[in-house]
T-cell receptor, first 115, second 111 residues
Framework: ETGVTQTPRHLVMGMTNKKSLKCEQHLGHNAMYWYKQSAKKPLELMFVYSLEERVENNSVPSRFSPECPNSSHLFLHLHTLQPEDSALYLC??????????????FGPGTRLTVT | AQSVTQLDSHVSVSEGTPVLLRCNYSSSYSPSLFWYVQHPNKGLQLLLKYTSAATLVKGINGFEAEFKKSETSFHLTKPSAHMSDAAEYFCVVSDRNQLTFGKGTKLSVIP
């Protein structure tokens, strides 16, 4: 778990605010992921980056904007969020995009509350 | 298409008794399967994974899981529960490009 860090751990923001979530992996991995974890629902994959290139975007609203400046860092930029966006946002990384072979390592998450 | 069903949303056991967390899956391919654990206010930690080698997989903290193709099951077991095992457990299936997570089973351990 300590191989993937996320900041901040907790965030409260109004619907008109702009904020960013940060993820950093210290494992030398090539793929990074953003997930949303809401109560009573399975984890939802939001974005996938492989070698700094976005390879998947699972119909996520445009108020969520990812950025991957290098293979170790991943950001999620937030703007004009809705209360239903309140959730735990998890970052993960894996050696490679092939999820059959390579397990994903998760950060501790950012608990986001939208007021 | 693939899917995962965790049959119990909540399991409660006494400390020192066996743990059984049930998982059934469906997949068009020969899948790989994982169990992850999430303690309160923490990220997910890999317990074990199956990738078409031995059908009985041993993981960390004394957990193991058995892949049964005929039953499309991958149940997680532990012979003796410890208080520190109280957490939420996720069964996950992979078809190479994407993980599909179950809804989770919350395990409570009674002293």
């Amino acid at each position: 778990e300590t191989g993937v860090t996320q900041t901040p751990r907790h965030l409260v923001m109004g619907m008109t605010n702009k904020k960013s979530l940060k993820c950093e992996q210290h494992l030398g991995h090539n793929a990074m992921y953003w997930y949303k974890q809401s109560a009573k629902k399975p984890l939802e994959l939001m974005f996938v980056y492989s070698l700094e290139e976005r390879v998947e975007n699972n119909s996520v609203p445009s108020r969520f904007s990812p950025e991957c400046p290098n293979s170790s860092h991943l950001f999620l930029h937030l703007h004009t969020l809705q209360p239903e966006d309140s959730a735990l946002y998890l970052c993960a990384s894996s050696q490679d995009r092939d999820t059959y072979t390579y397990e994903q390592y998760f950060g501790p998450g950012t608990r986001l509350t939208v007021t | 298409a693939q899917s995962v069903t965790q049959l119990d949303s909540h399991v409660s056991v006494s400390e020192g008794t066996p743990v059984l967390l049930r998982c059934n899956y469906s997949s068009s391919y020969s899948p790989s399967l994982f169990w992850y654990v999430q303690h309160p206010n923490k990220g997910l930690q890999l317990l074990l994974k199956y990738t078409s080698a031995a059908t009985l997989v041993k993981g960390i903290n004394g957990f193991e899981a058995e892949f049964k193709k005929s039953e499309t099951s991958f149940h997680l077991t532990k012979p003796s529960a410890h208080m520190s095992d109280a957490a939420e457990y996720f069964c996950v299936v992979s078809d190479r490009n994407q993980l599909t997570f179950g809804k989770g089973t919350k395990l409570s351990v009674i002293p």
